[in-house]
């Protein structure tokens, strides 16, 4: 502050330095109420700039005393930053309004870490609030919202101060007097499913206090966000991702469009977009005084003309232009190993009030076929009408599927007055850009939108009503816009948000259909009229039958993480199931800011059976089955045919491709449709897998992942992620692979002993083992290794020889080996093209002398010595890098003062002979062995009374979420120290925690939101029951006429809506970005020239009233499918029968049946099958229940041609149907009553 208030030394009389930003205003005021203040002038200048400052000061002073727990929010830190989180955590947020979309807000709110969320609604709780308001049951009724739903709010993150203000009424005068009576000052006011006029009344009150203001509804199948920030708002990032950065490969002058065109390296992209603005950077040489750093252009080469510079073109995925620039071209030579570096610039923003906003209508689509104007206004005149119609209605809202009161609506949504206002000022903007286009020629009119009478007449019967899925969408959309508000983080939605799913009601419906038919085909007001209960809600929007069906599935949740709980609080909310979850993992710190089913208490147990309970607390009604396995091959002895067709729908919520391919393919198998989705940070996707109707998750396939070349990471590094990597690759290779292996040696060589062969014969044999899985150099390599390792324990386990194996390690890492790499390339060396070898990506590196006085030397020194010591049993295994600092210090201090020593390096031959080698190796296994017998005969003993029989060790397994165990620490000192071996910019802990551990950025927002739009979907899915109820399907024992595939296609595919009626999605908040797109229909594939059209869910199936033989198998092909078979596989591997390995026709295999042959190749695989109806047992005693088998065929035309074919599905004979029980008469019925779950 002394400093800012010396600037104005020059034309101020001395004054006091003021201590706060209201001294400044009391100093202003008294100036502005002064007769002299013009003479006052220059003081009042200055001060209302140091208030600026000032304020901004205090600012930062209070986000930088702000401590955030990185435990809890270690995923979400890597979506928002360090300093937006501390923003946020200086952030007080006033929610008004507690129903199914104000809890959603809160609760994702609450688990972001604002300082506080004071909440508002004295609404007494109703039953209809139960199908959204998962806060409140029955014993709420009639109670106050917000103080019913505090309790538990309160229980979701208690570094949150939570607040209630109690007003008498929801009247707008009783809320503002109670917040001026509140005297805070809030940061964000959230109005939740408020009506019009209190909407209005709450923005004008944001806005005399300087707050942000974001509206939300979700009435029935619909959804509304309104936000406005402020007349002046900042925006400090745009998108939250780390600047973009390229290497440069040459500049090259353009003079007919006075550009410099900048071209990166192969293989480079630079992701700019027109307008960016950017700088290039080169490495530092010695010439510049540095060695470590990059040099900038425009800093240290004053010569150029400027160090920013604009991107005018994006030419290629590799070649941008920036302003011509003589200078760089001239030194194009340094900059060619240097690199370009994106300059993130904030942007400004202004909004207008509601009541502004309100006629322009600026509004985001969320879904590329419903971004009509006419559609949008539609949206905005029916949120607009309701007011009015409850004027006109005494008080009330539209009567759920009354058709008489949405006529009523319809009427008042035609004569809505904002209707001209907003085509007024759109016909305007359209005017003005066509003007602007072309200043000369006329601009026609625009043609006046068309309204949507379907849109109205569902707004209409369904508003009264809400859905748990679109609460869960725009309550996650509009806490992403109340963080955006606090944090300045990502672009706010400007300024107006609709959502609709009316798919949900009319999947088959066209624009063509008559309006009675329309209206005759959705929930009629009998269906919708509410029977007090807790799903009267849902009930008012989707009817009685329709809901009936939804709760009725049978769902099969895979992954009980962020997207799993947002996925069951949904379904439990509807009354669907019975559910299964299933999830391998336990709770940790870091979960409890997503996973919002978890508590504190929960930490440990785990996922899926905390998160069941979870759930049967939202809903006693529901039920629900947790299972702890991991969905894989290794567990398809559980996951069985009864187990896939006990379940209508899937459901994925897991974290990597390859589990989700896995479930996919199962999926496919078993025809089974699956919700996919996935959050990576503001970015989500939803897919819609619809057997015989869509493609499968597995139909596109995902570009590989970016590996890093073994030649970079070990010597060429040039990006601080190849540091990192470098780096954990060295804590597995020390702390992991190397103690197993050692582990592995030891307990080979001890039960060779113990079965009481010689030492010699049995070391020979063990020594021919190791020799004949890998090669001798490396067998020599992990023998001197073992060695090295060996010596803490012989004569006896010492910490000193942790540290100084510690020590040897930093000296052989940062400065043996890269003296080495010198002396092989040394700085003038060049290629064999002539070209500097130290140049592009290949840095000069400079070797590193350890010094005790820098930190990051000790860190490593430190966490190095530490994690050997736990290995190798010399400490406790729960020792922490501060329990260990004091020894650490000590033994070094100790080391360093008798005059240490490096280890030698070892210069080996390039070629050495094979006899010399072996010999070698015959020593140093020899010694090995001897070592490890000298310490097995001692015991160990460590001197705490633990014994390390057989030189035991103790691995240790990376875990990047215990701070305590030292590996972050390690890997983050290890990876720091060869950046400065290259001169290349540190990371951070944080930043080497996501990299090391391959963190998924992830926040509750986003999650809130894609598990909504699966849930929608799921709503769609259901409705294949209501298509099924009118043709039941005869039992398999009746279908022994076989039928044409393309029949059978048809006869399954019919009971799903058509494609248009689902919705992929693709969202990123940060945007805000929405697009809802229709799936991508299954490709279509031709059976011969000639032959029907099948895809990838079809099959050739075979359903045979008795087993039949492999004769009689082809025989059967032929005849029906008209395909001669020329190969049957089974599982892609055993090969059954091809015509080129067993000619003739009285070959023995073609006499055997196919149970006999699927038999004997599944014993291979450790399995066994369902044999005439009764459950097999494995080779391990698990019963496996197989239903049928699907051979991979190979197949000929009568004409002989090669032919493409789908697989050929082998249904055992005899398989009975089971009687259906429980809530879900309609499971057996997937395939013709050929198959029936098994009910619980």
């Not at 104005?8 to 400044?24: D, M, N, T, Y």
């Not at 709770?587 to 504190?600: A, W």
Request: net charge negative; glycine share 6%.
């Amino acid at each position: 502050m002394q400093d800012i208030w010396i600037v104005g030394v020059g034309i101020l009389p001395s004054k006091p330095v003021p201590s706060s930003s209201q001294e400044l205003q009391l100093e202003a005021a008294k100036m502005l109420r002064s007769r002299q203040r013009d003479k006052l002038r220059p003081y009042l200048v200055l001060y209302l700039f140091l208030i600026h400052v000032l304020v901004l000061l205090e600012q930062q002073r209070i986000q930088a005393s702000i401590v955030v727990d990185e435990a809890l929010y270690s995923r979400q830190l890597y979506v928002l930053g360090l300093p937006a989180q501390q923003r946020l955590a200086a952030s007080n947020i006033l929610v008004v309004g507690l129903g199914g979309v104000g809890v959603e807000i809160t609760k994702n709110v609450i688990l972001a870490g604002p300082q506080s969320v004071t909440l508002i609604d004295p609404t007494p709780a109703r039953m209809v609030d139960l199908a959204t308001q998962y806060y409140l049951d029955e014993t709420s009724l009639g109670q106050s919202r917000a103080m019913c739903s505090y309790a538990k709010l309160k229980e979701l993150n208690p570094l949150v101060q939570l607040d209630l203000l109690e007003p008498s009424s929801m009247d707008i005068e009783a809320v503002a007097e109670a917040i001026a009576a509140s005297g805070r000052n809030f940061d964000v006011i959230v109005a939740a499913d408020q009506d019009k006029a209190s909407e209005e009344a709450l923005n004008t009150l944001a806005r005399r206090l300087k707050a942000k203001f974001v509206a939300a509804q979700a009435p029935g199948l619909f959804g509304s966000i309104f936000c406005d920030m402020g007349d002046d708002f900042t925006v400090n990032d745009t998108d939250g991702k780390e600047a973009k950065t390229g290497l440069l490969k040459s500049f090259d002058p353009l003079p007919m469009t006075g550009e410099t065109l900048v071209t990166l390296r192969e293989g480079e992209r630079h992701d700019l977009s027109k307008g960016d603005l950017v700088y290039f950077e080169r490495t530092a040489t010695e010439e510049d005084g540095q060695t470590k750093d990059a040099v900038r252009a425009g800093s240290a080469d004053p010569d150029l003309e400027t160090d920013t510079f604009t991107v005018k073109r994006i030419v290629s995925p590799s070649c941008f232009t920036v302003p011509a620039s003589a200078n760089l071209v001239k030194q194009v030579h340094q900059y060619s190993n240097g690199r370009f570096r994106q300059l993130k610039q904030p942007l400004q923003l202004g909004f207008q009030p509601l009541t502004l906003a309100r006629q322009a209508m600026r509004s985001v689509p969320t879904d590329f076929g419903k971004a009509s104007l006419g559609r949008q206004l539609t949206l905005h005149a029916c949120f607009e009408s309701l007011k009015r119609f409850k004027t006109h209605a005494g008080g009330r809202l539209p009567i759920p599927g009354s058709a008489t009161d949405a006529a009523a609506f319809k009427k008042l949504v035609k004569s809505c007055d904002v209707l001209s206002d907003v085509i007024s000022s759109h016909s305007a903007a359209i005017a003005a850009r066509s003007a602007a286009k072309r200043p000369t020629s006329k601009t026609r009119a625009p043609s006046p939108p068309v309204l949507d009478e379907q849109i109205m007449e569902i707004f209409a019967r369904t508003c009264q009503g809400s859905l748990a899925p679109i609460c869960s969408f725009v309550g996650g959309t509009a806490a992403q816009e109340v963080l955006k508000a606090c944090t300045g983080t990502f672009v706010p939605l400007q300024q107006y948000l609709f959502f609709d799913a009316v798919e949900v009601l009319t999947p088959e419906s066209g624009e063509d259909e008559s309006p009675e038919a329309f209206s005759a085909s959705l929930p009629s007001e009998k269906e919708c009229a509410s029977r007090g209960d807790k799903y009267d809600g849902m009930r008012a929007v989707l009817g009685s039958r329709l809901m009936k069906l939804l709760q009725d599935q049978a769902i099969f949740v895979v992954g009980a993480g962020a997207i799993g709980c947002e996925l069951l609080k949904n379904l439990a909310l509807m009354g669907v199931g019975p559910l299964t979850v299933t999830d391998n993992d336990s709770i940790e710190k870091s979960n409890l800011n997503r996973q919002f089913l978890f508590r504190e208490r929960d930490l440990g147990a785990p996922k899926s059976e905390a998160a069941a309970q979870a759930v049967q607390r939202l809903n006693p009604d529901v039920e629900v089955r947790a299972l702890v396995r991991k969905v894989g091959k290794e567990t398809e002895e559980f996951f069985d045919d009864n187990f896939w067709f006990g379940h209508d729908v899937v459901a994925n919520a897991l974290d990597n491709v390859a589990a989700r391919k896995y479930v996919d393919g199962r999926c496919v198998y078993y025809r089974r449709p699956l919700l996919e989705s996935g959050t990576e940070g503001t970015s989500g996707n939803v897919q819609v897998v619809v057997p015989f109707v869509t493609e499968s998750y597995g139909s596109s396939v995902d570009p590989p992942e970016a590996s890093i070349p073994v030649c970079t990471l070990k010597s060429f590094p040039y990006m601080i992620e190849h540091c990192i990597q470098w780096a954990r690759d060295f804590f597995d290779g020390y702390f992991r692979i190397q103690p197993e292996r050692l582990n592995d040696l030891t307990a080979r060589l001890s039960e060779s002993s113990h079965r009481g062969e010689e030492d010699d014969a049995a070391a020979a044999a063990v020594l021919a083992s190791l020799r004949a899985q890998t090669s001798d150099e490396t067998l020599l390599r992990e023998l001197e290794g073992y060695l090295v390792d060996l010596e803490i324990w012989d004569p006896v386990p010492s910490a000193r020889r942790c540290v100084k194996w510690a020590l040897d390690r930093f000296h052989e890492l940062y400065q043996s080996n890269i003296e080495a790499l010198l002396r092989e390339h040394p700085r003038d060396s060049v290629t064999e093209d002539g070209e500097p070898f130290w140049s592009g990506d290949r840095r000069i590196p400079t070797p590193i002398v350890f010094d005790q006085s820098d930190p990051l030397h000790m860190d490593f020194l430190l966490s190095a010595a530490l994690l050997k010591a736990r290995v190798f049993n010399v400490v406790d295994p729960t020792t922490t890098v501060e329990g260990m600092s004091e020894t650490v210090q000590a033994t070094l201090d100790e080391i360093l003062a008798s005059g240490y020593q490096a280890p030698t390096e070892v210069v080996r031959a390039e070629e050495e002979e094979e006899g010399d080698l072996e010999a070698k190796v015959q020593r140093e296994f020899e010694e090995v062995r001897l070592t490890i017998k000298r310490i097995a005969k001692r015991g160990g003993d460590n001197g705490k009374g633990t014994e390390c029989t057989a030189a035991r060790t103790r691995p240790e397994m990376f875990e990047k979420d215990q701070d305590w165990n030292g590996h972050i620490a390690f890997i983050t000192s290890a990876s720091n120290l060869r950046a400065a071996n290259y001169g290349l910019a540190r990371a951070d802990r944080l930043q080497t925690k996501k990299i090391a551990g391959r963190i998924i950025p992830a926040i509750a927002t986003t999650t809130a939101v894609v598990a909504g739009l699966a849930s929608l979907e799921l709503c769609k899915l259901a409705q294949r029951s209501l298509l099924e109820e009118e043709e039941e399907y005869s039992d398999l024992e009746s279908q022994n006429k076989e039928e044409g595939l393309l029949k059978q296609r048809r006869r399954h595919r019919r009971h799903y809506p058509p494609l248009s009626a689902y919705r992929n999605a693709f969202i990123n908040l940060a945007g805000p970005f929405f697009a809802l797109t229709q799936p991508m229909e299954a490709h279509p594939i031709a059976l011969g020239e000639q032959g029907e059209v099948y895809n990838m869910w079809d099959r050739l199936e075979v359903t045979p009233k008795k087993d039949m033989t492999l004769k009689s198998l082809l025989a059967h092909a032929s005849e029906n499918f008209g395909l001669q078979i020329t190969s049957v596989t089974l599982h892609g591997s055993h090969i059954l029968y091809a015509d080129f390995m067993h000619p003739g026709d009285d070959n023995p295999i073609l006499g055997k049946s196919m149970t006999e042959l699927v038999e004997a190749a599944m014993k291979s695989e450790n399995r066994a099958i369902v044999r005439k109806g009764v459950e097999g047992t494995n080779i391990q005693g698990m019963p496996l229940r197989r239903h049928f088998v699907d051979f991979e065929i190979e197949c000929v035309d009568d004409a002989g041609d090669e032919v493409e074919s789908p697989p050929l599905r082998y249904f055992f004979p005899h398989v009975k149907k089971r009687k259906s029980k429980g809530r879900r008469p309609l499971a057996h019925r997937w395939w013709g009553g050929v198959l029936k779950a098994i009910s619980k």
